[in-house]
T-cell receptor
Framework: EAGVAQSPRYKIIEKRQSVAFWCNPISGHATLYWYQQILGQGPKLLIQFQNNGVVDDSQLPKDRFSAERLKGVDSTLKIQPAKLEDSAVYLC????????????FGPGTRLTVL | AQSVAQPEDQVNVAEGNPLTVKCTYSVSGNPYLFWYVQYPNRGLQFLLKYITGDNLVKGSYGFEAEFNKSQTSFHLKKPSALVSDSALYFCAVRDPLRGKSTFGDGTTLTVKP
C-alpha cells in the first residue's frame, strides 16, 4: 500500500513570496490533515478535511494560508504572502475516517523563508 | 481544551536497559492516546494507540505503553533499548468526536552503545 505522498520535499523562498504544497493521501482515506511543525515543537493542526469538506480550520491563519481538497482526494496548501515565522515543516496526514483511526503521515515539506 | 505534556526534552539510556518516555494528558471525556516516532527528515510513524480495554498496550518494534487514568498518564516503555530506537517521540491525544489531535512537543531518545 502506497503511503502519503508530498511534494516538494524542500522549498526556499523569500518573505512576501507565495508557495504551494501538494499532498496525495492513502487511497480510500476520507480524512486529510495538514500540520505545521516548527523546529523543537510538536505538529500543530492547521486544517482537517473530511472528504472535500472542512472539519476544523480554527488554527489556520486565514489571512495568508489557504487549503483545498478538490474531489476529496489530493490537497494543496498555499501560503501567500509568506512570513519569516512560516519557516517550518508542513506535514500531511490521512486516516480512513476520524475517531480512533490511525493517522498516517507523509515525509513533509521543509519550508525556509528568508 | 485538550493538551499533552512531555516533561522531558531528552532521555538517555544505555543499550539493553529499559526505557521510559513520559506523557501526561488533559482531556474531557474518554481519552484516545497515541505514540508516534520521528526519524530525521521523515514524517511521523505510528507506534501504538490506546482506545479502550487493557491498560497495557503493545505496539510496533517492541514498544508498549501503560495507560493510567488516575494519573492521566500514558508512558511509553520498552524492556530493552536498541541504538536504533534513538529518535524523536511524540505523544498525542485525540478528540474522539472530531478527530482533532493535539501533540506534545516531543522527547528525544538517545540510546548509547
Amino acid at each position: 500500500e502506497a503511503g502519503v505522498a508530498q511534494s516538494p520535499r524542500y522549498k526556499i523562498i523569500e518573505k512576501r513570496q507565495s508557495v504551494a504544497f501538494w499532498c496525495n493521501p492513502i487511497s480510500g482515506h476520507a480524512t486529510l490533515y495538514w500540520y505545521q511543525q516548527i523546529l523543537g515543537q510538536g505538529p500543530k493542526l492547521l486544517i482537517q478535511f473530511q472528504n472535500n469538506g472542512v472539519v476544523d480550520d480554527s488554527q489556520l491563519p486565514k489571512d495568508r494560508f489557504s487549503a483545498e481538497r478538490l474531489k476529496g482526494v489530493d490537497s494543496t496548501l498555499k501560503i501567500q504572502p509568506a512570513k519569516l515565522e512560516d519557516s517550518a515543516v508542513y506535514l500531511c496526514a490521512s486516516s480512513a475516517s476520524t475517531g480512533t483511526d490511525t493517522q498516517y503521515f507523509g515525509p513533509g515539506t521543509r519550508l525556509t523563508v528568508l | 481544551a485538550q493538551s499533552v505534556a512531555q516533561p522531558e526534552d531528552q532521555v538517555n539510556v544505555a543499550e539493553g536497559n529499559p526505557l521510559t518516555v513520559k506523557c501526561t494528558y488533559s482531556v474531557s471525556g474518554n481519552p484516545y492516546l497515541f505514540w508516534y516516532v520521528q526519524y530525521p527528515n521523515r514524517g511521523l510513524q505510528f507506534l501504538l494507540k490506546y482506545i479502550t480495554g487493557d491498560n497495557l498496550v503493545k505496539g510496533s518494534y517492541g514498544f508498549e505503553a501503560e495507560f493510567n487514568k488516575s494519573q492521566t498518564s500514558f508512558h511509553l516503555k520498552k524492556p530493552s533499548a536498541l541504538v536504533s530506537d534513538s529518535a524523536l517521540y511524540f505523544c498525542a491525544v485525540r478528540d474522539p468526536l472530531r478527530g482533532k489531535s493535539t501533540f506534545g512537543d516531543g522527547t528525544t531518545l538517545t540510546v548509547k552503545p
